[in-house]
């Protein structure tokens, strides 16, 4: 089994509807990530979370928000989904470590908003 | 976190080393060099990373220039299963670090 999975794999919707992308992890692992994709680009961070209680925005947070339900889980949620929230997105985790620490990253979820 | 630096693309023959480059010359005394790869269709996966030494793992090679200011991932024998993406990153090992800032990276090509 993949230590870091999300669902659905791939999701269509329409503008305005909310939608909800789920991650869990069986690593163990304190810290999760959101990161989006756009075609021909690099990863961008939306939210990131260290711990159950800690949660904190990052580089394009607007339009989403997230939940931290377990050590495990971390969704991020579509308050009312927009075409040019299509991309792909990416769960992630990581233990602490600093500058050593690296981050595992889930399968991606293809999300198109119409 | 400090910028890197990379070509847009690469080809190699499949079989053949590959030295993959990344400048990064504004890097700082707490910046780690970290590199992963994009695989088509899947999430960046981990590489190797290092510091001011060279490292080896199973995967690669990374090659740290003595300034710091330029490293080299280096795969040793190219396969098809290679073609990714290839991410050079620096990451601070400062209290609190914990972004990775992904750039375009270089798309690397193996010809058969």
């Known amino acids: 089994d993949a230590d870091v999975t999300q669902t659905p794999r791939n999701r269509i919707t329409k503008t305005g509807k909310r939608i909800m992308l789920e991650c869990s992890q069986t690593?163990?692992?304190?810290?999760m990530y959101w990161y989006r994709q756009d075609p021909g680009l690099g990863l961008r961070l939306i939210y990131y979370?260290?711990?159950?209680?800690?949660?904190n925005k990052g580089e394009i947070s607007d339009g989403y928000s997230v939940s931290r339900q377990a050590q495990a889980k971390f969704s991020l949620s579509l308050e009312s989904a927009i075409p040019n929230q299509t991309a792909l997105y990416f769960c992630?985790?990581?233990?602490?470590?600093?500058?050593?620490?690296?981050?595992?990253f889930g399968p991606g979820t293809r999300l198109l908003v119409l | 976190d400090a910028k890197t630096t990379q070509p847009n693309s690469m080809e190699s023959n499949e079989e053949e080393p590959v030295h993959l480059p990344c400048n990064h010359s504004?890097?700082?005394?707490?910046?780690?060099i970290h590199w992963y790869r994009q695989l088509p269709s899947q999430g960046p996966e981990y590489v190797i990373h290092?510091?001011?030494s060279n490292v080896n793992n199973r995967m690669a090679s990374l090659a740290i220039a003595e300034d710091r200011k330029s490293s080299t991932l280096i795969l040793h024998r190219a396969t098809l299963r290679d073609a990714a993406v290839y991410y050079c990153?620096?990451?601070?090992?400062?209290?609190?670090?914990?972004?990775?800032?992904f750039g375009k990276g270089t798309k690397l090509s193996v010809i058969p």
């Open positions: 290092g510091l001011t």
């Open positions: 504004t890097i700082s005394g707490t910046d780690y």
């Open positions: 990153i620096l990451k601070s090992y400062g209290a609190g670090s914990y972004q990775l800032t």
């Open positions: 979370s260290f711990d159950v209680k800690d949660i």
């Open positions: 690593k163990g692992h304190d810290r």
């Open positions: 992630a985790t990581s233990v602490t470590g600093q500058g050593k620490e690296t981050q595992y």
